[in-house]
C-alpha cells in the first residue's frame, strides 16, 4: 500500500480517508484494496500484510485471514459487486486463499460496507472461537485453513423469489440478498440464490435500533443483517458463506434458539 495509517492526529486516516475509529477505516482500507487489480490470487493476503501490521500496531486485536476480530461483527457483513477493471464476475477463488467468511477468498470483486445511517447496530451473535494455520511464519500472510465459531440465531430457509432481482422473502417476510458468486450480470440474483438444491440457512449478526422523536429507542422492523450459509462441502458439520442479506424483519428469527455455528 501506498501510504500507510496515520493515528496521531484526532480520528484515523490513510490515502486521503477520515474515519472515526479502527473498524471503520479497515472497511475503507479493504474496499479500496479489493478494488486493485492482484496479479497473483495467493498474493492478496501477504500485500496487504504491513497495513494489517500496522492497524494492530494501532489498537487491532487479533487478526484472522483479512479480518481483525474485534471488529466482529461488522467486519462479517462485506458484500460484493463486479470488479470493473479486471472482469465483471466474480467468485469465490478455486484455489484456497481464505476462510469463506473472509472478504478474500473472492476473485474478481470488489468489497464493501453497508453503512448503518441513523440507526444503532447491535450485535447479535457471540464470538467463540477462531483460528487459522499459517503457511508460514508471516501472522499476516498466506492461510491454508481457518474457521470462525459463533453462536447465535440460524434458521433454514427455503427463500420465495420476488419481483425484484436482488430480494427474495422468508415467511412472508421481504429482504435483500447479495450473493458470493455471479457468473453472468443478466442473471438476477434471486436466481443464483435458488440456482441449486442444497440448503441454505440465515445467521442473524445485526438488529438495528431507531431513535423515536422523544430519544427513545426502537427495533427497526427491517434493520436484521447477517449471512447466508451453506452446508459445507469440505468440513462435515460446518458451513461456507454463499452471501450476506440486509432488510429482515427480525420477527423472522422469534422463537429460534441460539446454535453454535462453524464456518469454513
Not at 471488529?71 to 484456497?96: D, K, Q
Not at 441454505?200 to 438495528?208: A, E, N, P, Q, V
Given at each position: 500500500m501506498a501510504r500507510l495509517l496515520n493515528?496521531?492526529?484526532?480520528?484515523?486516516?490513510w490515502e486521503g480517508y477520515k474515519c472515526k475509529t479502527l473498524t471503520r477505516m479497515w472497511q475503507v482500507i479493504i474496499s479500496e484494496y479489493s478494488a486493485r487489480n492482484i496479479t497473483r490470487n495467493a498474493d492478496i493476503l501477504p500485500a496487504l500484510s504491513g497495513c494489517?501490521?500496522?492497524?494492530?500496531?494501532?489498537?487491532?486485536?487479533?487478526?484472522?485471514?483479512?479480518?481483525?476480530?474485534?471488529?466482529?461483527?461488522?467486519?462479517?457483513?462485506?458484500?460484493?459487486?463486479?470488479?470493473?477493471?479486471?472482469?465483471?464476475?466474480?467468485?469465490?477463488?478455486?484455489?484456497?486463499?481464505?476462510?469463506?467468511?473472509s472478504w478474500a477468498s473472492l476473485v474478481g470483486a470488489q468489497v464493501g460496507f453497508e453503512g448503518f445511517g441513523r440507526f444503532i447496530p447491535v450485535s447479535r451473535i457471540e464470538l467463540l472461537e477462531a483460528s487459522c494455520q499459517l503457511k508460514g511464519e508471516n501472522p499476516f500472510g498466506e492461510v491454508?485453513?481457518?474457521?470462525?465459531?459463533?453462536?447465535?440465531?440460524?434458521?433454514?430457509?427455503?427463500?420465495?423469489r420476488e419481483k425484484q432481482p436482488n430480494m427474495a422473502r422468508i415467511?412472508?417476510?421481504?429482504?435483500?440478498?447479495?450473493?458470493?458468486?455471479?457468473?453472468?450480470?443478466?442473471?438476477?440474483?434471486g436466481d443464483l440464490m435458488m440456482e441449486n438444491s442444497e440448503p441454505?440457512?440465515?445467521?442473524?449478526?445485526?438488529?438495528?435500533l431507531a431513535k423515536t422523536q422523544d430519544g427513545g429507542l426502537y427495533l427497526y422492523k427491517h434493520g436484521t443483517q447477517g449471512l447466508m450459509l451453506a452446508p459445507s462441502r469440505r468440513v462435515p458439520g460446518a458451513y461456507e458463506r454463499c452471501g450476506m442479506f440486509r432488510g429482515m424483519d427480525p420477527s423472522v428469527f422469534d422463537r429460534e434458539p441460539e446454535r453454535e455455528v462453524t464456518i469454513v
Open positions: 493515528t496521531a492526529t484526532k480520528g484515523i486516516s494489517a501490521s500496522q492497524m494492530q500496531i494501532d489498537g487491532g486485536k487479533d487478526y484472522l485471514a483479512g479480518i481483525f476480530l474485534d471488529h466482529v461483527p461488522e467486519i462479517l457483513l462485506w458484500s460484493a459487486f463486479p470488479n470493473w477493471g479486471s472482469t465483471v464476475t466474480y467468485r469465490p477463488s478455486s484455489e484456497y486463499i481464505a476462510p469463506s467468511f491454508v485453513s481457518g474457521f470462525i465459531r459463533l453462536s447465535g440465531a440460524l434458521i433454514s430457509t427455503d427463500p420465495e415467511k412472508g417476510k421481504p429482504f435483500i440478498f447479495f450473493p458470493d458468486t455471479i457468473g453472468d450480470l443478466k442473471t438476477t440474483f441454505k440457512y440465515c445467521l442473524r449478526l445485526i438488529d438495528c
